[in-house]
């Protein structure tokens, strides 16, 4: 009798245990398999909008579920953010983000709805360095032509950019800093109300990125990049650092979760990035449109926002801008 | 202008009757036709919706024409575009609310008019408004593009300040009963705008801690608020005093041929309209729309009985649907020749084209010329859809709408009005600002605050601002800063047509007198002699 009963214990434990094991694996395992909701936090025909939808259908190859975009507009992508980390972390909300955006924002507004560490980075596919570009028939033929200039004249060099705060502002301020110069940067909602601006001749010149570039190639003279090497697209511009000013700067774009999203699933997701964002197809295209690919998993994208973070407390608490 | 850079330059010298042919050639293919129409027809749809935007129906459509080839999908976006922009007028007409933003200016007009019974005409009158506005637009993209997208530069942060501020002044002649309470409103409206963030400086304002409130007060919400939930709350307010029913008229046969005459007997406003239309729709960032309103000003201000206007006057609905359907085709203007969307819209296809690997802009021109001819041909084929739909259609959901009775249809009109105001960003918060402002707007307007001018306050704010600061900060290198709003010649023109606008209302009642002075003077000229 006794012996029967500890037998049924034993076998009872056995399989629960195995049964655990089956569900533990099953509830991974079966991950994708319902459609992914892609959150886009700008407008639709942005560039945040256009790279993920050169993304969705080889994204749905390989996950072999639909990833459907949605857009949560507003707030500069606060809006959208603030919505990413309070969804459901089971994987299938995501939503694009943006450096310096998600940086930016909780440093500067005091109600952003989420914090920068709150997302949980699955990996970062692009970077659009700062580009400083005067229209091609401006007297301006180099860098130091313009710096001249406003070396001569302070405050009559105005540079145009998108936003304020943002990457093309803090690569003004910083250019202002290395040069010593007082570059009035005019801010202006998003990148392509720039572009006529530019070529009414109302700024001297934008500090823009560089796609904005490389689609108005014909009409634009790219003077220096903000990258740390020459960009690939346009390897006759010099870097700024060549030039002898210290200006890195720019936007990137990846893609995050909710905070207590599993790391299984980040990885998944993150893997499944990383085969998209390597098709041969796909890279073609982004640098045809200026976009220059970069493939940083989790913890790469998360140590890159940990130390982009501590660089912006710096350059924001020397602009009187912390809030 | 002209020259290498020009983006017709490849054509000098050559003969360019074979470029259109072959672009009719392509479009005469049964698939091109079909997809036209179903654009045209699907478009005219979803702007009839409150709160699904002209700007939102193409970029759902994206994805599908992934399969297609560029020019079929480009053809079916822009016949959605065209579509859209036409279909707002029906819920302007038949519900008070604006389907799409450019069809504010058609309540105030087509909403009494099927009041009275007349929501037939306002329809067939806005179809063909729409019509002869989309045609006229297509011909100037066609004709007219490079030399207008130069112009369109021209607009810098001090001339899109004197813009907006022109636009306040709109307010005068809609509210020419109580101007300072059309000033209250509209600075209210401005007001509203500034909740969120600061264009410049990216501060956060009036959000009173809520996150949400960062992305400010969208404007389809504030549309949808202010102009359909007062409607729908005086209808259920009435529903037992008067017939259940909004009235139609009898079933008259030739409604829409009728109508169609009156409206073409009416050049000079059709005119006035569509080049106010095309001119907004050029201008990037202007944001399409004001065209609308822009027409409406004008016509009001030049009409012989202003006072009328507003009760359902068929020219009105004529200036406000002949010019949005102009600024379609405006907006393409400095999209295909510059590569820069004049409305947002414009900036969704240039985000399809870029999709499709085509760049906007002069290369696209000269690099794929027949392409772009057959898509600016397509257009007239769209509008053309767009009479036949209007014409069937319209007529269709006139009867629909009066068929039902206010039991029905008030509750299923809110129901439109939530789901359009949750579609515009998902937020929640968006279907409460709706209901608040709507609320709002019911006791404004039993104080006789109009809500033409708080919109218009809405819409206009941040481009005033923006204009503001920017040309501050331009100004810094000049030794006045403030010169330099004034130095630019359209400024000056902006500035001339501000005063002129503001000052209408006190200025016309004197220019009548004396026009009936003049007339009595010769009058009695003629009875001596």
Request: glycine share 12%; charged share 15%; aromatic share 10%.
């Amino acid at each position: 009798m006794k012996k029967k009963i500890l037998l049924l214990s034993l076998g009872w434990i056995l399989v629960s245990l195995i049964l655990a094991g089956l569900t533990f694996n099953m509830a991974l395992g079966a991950y994708p398999e319902r459609p992914i909701n892609y959150i886009i936090c700008f407008n639709p025909g942005g560039e945040s909008d256009l790279t993920a939808r050169l993304q969705q259908p080889l994204l749905e190859k390989v996950l072999g579920v639909s990833v459907i975009i949605s857009y949560k507009i507003g707030g500069g992508g606060a809006l959208g953010w603030s919505e990413l980390v309070k969804a459901k972390p089971d994987g299938y909300t995501i939503a694009g983000d943006n450096i310096p955006h998600i940086i930016l924002q909780p440093l500067i507004r005091k109600e952003t709805g989420y914090k920068t560490e709150q997302l949980k980075q699955i990996y970062c596919f692009e970077f659009t360095p700062d580009v400083l570009v005067v229209k091609n028939d401006s007297p301006f033929k180099s860098l130091s032509d313009l710096l001249d200039y406003a070396k001569k004249h302070p405050g009559a060099v105005t540079l145009g950019g998108s936003g304020s705060p943002s990457a093309n502002s803090l690569g003004v301020a910083k250019l202002n800093k290395e040069a010593g110069v007082d570059i009035t940067y005019v801010p202006f909602t998003g990148s392509a109300p720039t572009i006529p601006a530019l070529l009414g001749g109302h700024v001297t010149g934008l500090m823009s990125y560089s796609t904005m570039a490389i689609v108005y190639k014909k009409k634009l003279r790219p003077l220096a990049v903000a990258s740390e090497e020459r960009f690939p697209a346009l390897p006759d511009v010099p870097t700024f650092k060549e030039l002898g000013l210290n200006v890195v700067e720019g936007a990137w774009r990846g893609v995050a979760a909710p905070p207590e999203t599993p790391d299984e699933i980040i990885n998944i997701l993150a893997n499944a990035f990383d085969k998209v964002c390597r098709d041969d197809k796909f890279v073609g295209r982004m640098e045809a449109m200026g976009f220059q690919v970069v493939h940083w998993g989790p913890e790469e994208y998360t140590k890159f926002v940990q130390k982009k973070t501590e660089e912006y407390k710096k350059i924001l608490k020397e602009l009187g801008l912390l809030k | 202008m002209g020259g290498k850079n020009h983006p017709f330059s490849h054509r000098e010298g050559k003969m360019d009757g074979n470029i259109y042919i072959t672009a009719l050639t392509n479009l005469l293919n049964i698939k091109i036709l079909i997809l036209i129409f179903l654009g045209a027809a699907g478009g005219m749809v979803a702007g009839a919706l409150p709160g699904i935007t002209a700007t939102m129906s193409v970029a759902l459509l994206i994805p599908f024409t992934f399969t297609m080839d560029p020019i079929a999908g480009l053809v079916t976006l822009g016949a959605i575009y065209c579509g859209a922009i036409y279909g707002g007028c029906f819920s302007a007409i038949l519900i008070n609310t604006p389907g799409t933003p450019s069809s504010i200016g058609t309540c105030f007009d087509g909403f009494p008019m099927a009041k009275q019974g007349r929501a037939e005409e306002a329809i067939a009158g806005a179809t063909t408004a729409s019509v002869v506005g989309g045609i006229f637009g297509t011909f100037v993209l066609l004709f007219l593009s490079p030399f207008l997208a130069d112009q369109a530069l021209k607009f810098g942060p001090p001339e899109y300040f004197w813009l907006g501020i022109f636009g306040l002044t709109i307010i005068a002649s809609l509210t020419a009963k109580s101007i300072i309470k059309g000033l209250i409103g509209g600075m209210f409206g401005v007001l509203l705008s500034t909740i969120g963030i600061a264009p410049i400086g990216g501060d956060v304002r009036f959000s009173f801690g809520q996150p949400a409130l960062q992305g400010g007060v969208s404007l389809i919400p504030a549309l949808i608020g202010f102009f359909c939930i007062p409607e729908v709350l005086n209808m259920i307010g009435t529903a037992h005093k008067i017939t259940q029913r909004i009235p139609l008229s009898k079933k008259r046969k030739g409604v829409f041929l009728s109508t169609a005459a009156k409206v073409l007997k009416m050049p000079v406003t059709l005119l006035r309209s569509m080049i106010i239309g095309v001119i907004v729709g050029i201008i990037p960032g202007a944001g399409g729309n004001i065209a609308n309103l822009v027409a409406y000003n004008e016509t009001v201000r030049a009409s012989k009985h202003p006072e009328k206007f507003g009760t359902g006057m068929l020219e009105g609905v004529v200036s406000t649907e002949s010019a949005n359907n102009a600024e379609v085709e405006g907006s393409l203007v400095p999209l295909l020749t510059l590569g820069i969307p004049g409305a947002p819209p414009a900036a969704v296809l240039f985000g399809a084209l870029m999709l499709h690997g085509l760049r906007p802009g002069p290369e696209l021109f000269a690099v794929h010329t027949t392409f772009v001819y057959t898509f600016i041909i397509s257009l007239f084929f769209a509008n053309i859809m767009m009479l036949f739909i209007g014409i069937f259609g319209g007529r269709m959901m006139a009867r629909a709408i009066s068929a039902t009775p206010v039991k029905l249809l008030a509750p299923f009109i809110v129901f439109l009005c939530i789901i359009g105001s949750y579609a515009i960003r998902n937020q929640m918060l968006d279907v409460v600002t709706m209901f608040g402002l709507g609320l709002a707007g019911y006791g404004l307007k039993k104080l006789g605050f109009h809500p033409g001018p708080i919109v218009l306050g809405i819409i206009l704010g941040p481009i005033i601002e923006e204009g503001f600061v920017q040309s501050l900060l331009i100004g810094k290198a000049w030794t006045i800063p403030w010169t330099i709003f004034f130095v630019n010649p359209i400024s000056v023109i902006l500035i001339i047509l501000c005063i002129l606008s503001a000052s209408w209302p006190f200025v016309s009642p004197k220019i009548e007198k004396i026009r009936d002075n003049l007339a009595k003077a010769r009058r009695m000229k003629r009875s001596e002699s």
